[in-house]
C-alpha cells in the first residue's frame, strides 16, 4: 500500500528573543501588531487581513506576490492560554487552490532575560505545494521579522 | 532550551475495505451515516451531534462516558477532494477542559477489491491528555466500527 499524493512533515524553530512573554505574546494576540511583522511584508502586496483572536476565531491574510500570484492564508485559532501557547490550523492557497493544511504550537516561557519560543508545525501538503523545507524557510523569516519587531520598541 | 508541556505526535493507520471509494467517502461526509459509526458508541451516550461538511465548516459531538465525563470534540474542515481526501482539524474536550489539538488527513485511493484508507494524525497534546498510543487506539477502533457499518450494508 503506497501512500496518495499527501506530503506529511514536522519542523521545530527554537528562537528566544529579549522581551517578556507578555510582550510575545502581544505580537501574535493584538492584530496591529501581528499585521506589521506577519502581513505587511517586503516584496508582497496586502490585499486583506483580518483577525479575531479567540478559540474558533479565524484569520484570514490575502497577499500578491510580485504583482502576480495571489496567495491565500486562512487560519483558525485551535487553542489560545495567554503568554503560554497559541495553536492554530491554517491552510495555504495560491489563486484558490489550496496547497496545505497544517496545525502550528506556539510555546512560550520566561527566560532570564525574556522568552524562549518554540513554534511547532505539522503539515500536510498537497498537489503543487511548497513543502516541509520552504515552509520552515518562510517560518524562520517570519520569526526573524518578529524580533526585529520587538526590537523596534514600538 | 526544553520543551514546555506540549507533547507533538503523529500515526497512521491503514486500513482496506471492501466498498468503492464513494462509498466510503460517504461514509465520512453523509452526516447519518457518519453519526451512526463514528458517534453512537458503545458505552457512551451521544449529548449533541452536528455536521456541516465543507471546507471551513465545523462539525461538534458531545458524549458523556459511562455516566461520568462529558468529552467534546469540535472540527472545522480543512480540504475536502470527493472519494479522495478530507483533511480537518479537530479539538478534544473533556468537562470544557481542552486536551489536544490535530490535524488528521484521511486519503482514499480505490483498490482492486475496494478501497484502501490511509488516516494520518498530527497531534498536540495539553495537559492531562491521553496522548499518541490511546489517541491511536481510539482511532483504531472507530476504523473498524467503519468497517462493521460498511459490511453491514446499511
Same mark, same amino acid.
Given at each position: 500500500?503506497?501512500?496518495?499524493?499527501?506530503?506529511?512533515?514536522?519542523?521545530?524553530?527554537?528562537?528566544? #528573543?529579549?522581551?517578556?512573554?507578555?510582550?510575545?505574546?502581544? %505580537?501574535?494576540?493584538?492584530?496591529?501588531?501581528?499585521?506589521?511583522?506577519?502581513? *505587511?511584508?517586503?516584496?508582497?502586496?496586502?490585499? *486583506?487581513?483580518?483577525?479575531?483572536?479567540?478559540?474558533?476565531?479565524? *484569520?484570514?491574510?490575502?497577499?500578491?506576490?510580485?504583482?502576480?500570484? *495571489?496567495?491565500?492564508?486562512?487560519?483558525? #485559532?485551535?487553542?489560545?492560554? %495567554?503568554?503560554?501557547?497559541?495553536?492554530?490550523? #491554517?491552510?495555504?492557497?495560491?489563486?484558490?487552490?489550496?496547497?496545505? %493544511?497544517?496545525?502550528?504550537?506556539?510555546?512560550?516561557?520566561?527566560?532570564?532575560?525574556?522568552?524562549?519560543?518554540?513554534?511547532?508545525?505539522?503539515?500536510?501538503?498537497?498537489?503543487?505545494?511548497?513543502?516541509?523545507?520552504?515552509?520552515?524557510?518562510?517560518?524562520?523569516?517570519?520569526?526573524?521579522?518578529?524580533?526585529?519587531?520587538?526590537?523596534?520598541?514600538?
Amino acid at each position: 500500500m503506497t501512500p496518495n499524493t499527501v506530503v506529511h512533515g514536522t519542523f521545530v524553530i527554537e528562537r528566544t #528573543y529579549g522581551a517578556p512573554p507578555a510582550r510575545v505574546f502581544a %505580537a501574535f494576540a493584538d492584530p496591529a501588531i501581528k499585521r506589521r511583522w506577519f502581513a *505587511e511584508g517586503k516584496g508582497s502586496e496586502l490585499l *486583506e487581513f483580518t483577525m479575531d483572536f479567540r478559540v474558533g476565531g479565524r *484569520e484570514l491574510g490575502r497577499f500578491r506576490f510580485q504583482g502576480r500570484m *495571489e496567495m491565500r492564508n486562512d487560519t483558525v #485559532y485551535q487553542d489560545i492560554v %495567554a503568554d503560554w501557547r497559541i495553536v492554530f490550523a #491554517y491552510t495555504m492557497s495560491v489563486e484558490d487552490k489550496r496547497i496545505s %493544511a497544517s496545525l502550528a504550537t506556539i510555546e512560550l516561557a520566561p527566560t532570564a532575560g525574556g522568552t524562549r519560543l518554540a513554534f511547532t508545525e505539522q503539515s500536510a501538503f498537497f498537489e503543487g505545494a511548497d513543502g516541509p523545507k520552504i515552509r520552515e524557510e518562510g517560518w524562520r523569516t517570519l520569526l526573524q521579522r518578529l524580533e526585529d519587531d520587538l526590537r523596534s520598541g514600538k
